[in-house]
């Protein structure tokens, strides 16, 4: 399990999918969340991509959920590539829509990198949005990832192609400027965080 901000990181489990089957299932989120909003999935579907995330050691999903109710909010997953070069793919979406527009996304963007970047020691991360999923680049960027590619006419979404965009961002980028990301985004919080996750305590036994 893992806090920042409002938000709790926490393992996905057998009860979650039938939250998973409503957000998959849902127009509005899998038109952000994927850029294809009419690919529907079924419990059987649902149930047999959970099987094999399980199956799958580099493939890693998390809960999101917020702290102050418990409230199953979101995913986030991130699936590791390379072995010289310890690279990961990241994934995030909002399920509830209640909880759009809140800066949620960038709590949410900017805990995946605490994880991966300062607790894991990878040494880069990636990120693929559509081009009109504005909110997401804007999630993306407040965290350094940068807009370092773009697969022309690579998707089609309501009758029109469009292009895919993929962001990136390095460990030392993001290093270099995580003081001012974990206060732009975590506010007076920051301090507060770094205090509880960040440092290691020792004892004399």
Same mark, same amino acid.
């Given at each position: 399990m893992f806090e920042i901000g409002r938000i709790r990181f926490r393992a996905f489990v057998k009860n979650d999918l039938?939250?998973?089957?409503?957000? @998959? %299932?849902?127009?509005e989120v899998? /038109?952000?969340?994927?850029? &294809?909003? /009419? $690919? +529907?999935?079924?419990?059987? &579907?649902?149930?047999? *991509? +959970? *099987?094999?995330?399980?199956?799958d050691e580099d493939r890693h999903r998390f809960m999101i959920e917020m702290k102050e109710?418990?409230? %199953?909010?979101?995913?986030?997953t991130y699936k590791e590539r390379g072995s010289k070069v310890k690279n990961a793919d990241i994934g995030t979406y909002i399920g509830e829509q209640d909880y759009w527009n809140q800066s949620i996304g960038k709590e949410i963007a900017l805990g995946l990198c605490e $994880?991966?970047?300062f607790h894991k020691n990878f040494d880069r991360l990636s990120a693929w949005s559509s081009s009109f999923n504005k909110r997401s680049h804007k999630v993306l960027e407040s965290v350094g990832f940068q807009n370092s590619g773009r697969a022309r006419?690579?998707?089609?979404v309501f009758g029109k192609r469009i292009d895919w965009l993929m962001? &990136?961002?390095?460990? @030392?980028?993001?290093?270099?400027n995580r003081e001012s990301y974990l206060e732009d985004i975590l506010g007076p919080e920051s301090e507060g965080y770094v %205090?509880? *996750?960040c440092k290691i305590r020792l004892n004399d036994h």
């Open positions: 039938s939250y998973l089957e409503k957000w @998959e %299932n849902s127009r899998t /038109l952000y969340s994927r850029g &294809d909003p /009419l $690919v +529907f999935k079924s419990t059987e &579907d649902i149930e047999r *991509q +959970f *099987q094999e995330t399980l199956e109710n418990g409230k %199953n909010i979101g995913v986030a $994880v991966l970047f006419k690579s998707g089609y962001f &990136d961002l390095l460990r @030392e980028e993001y290093m270099s %205090n509880r *996750q």
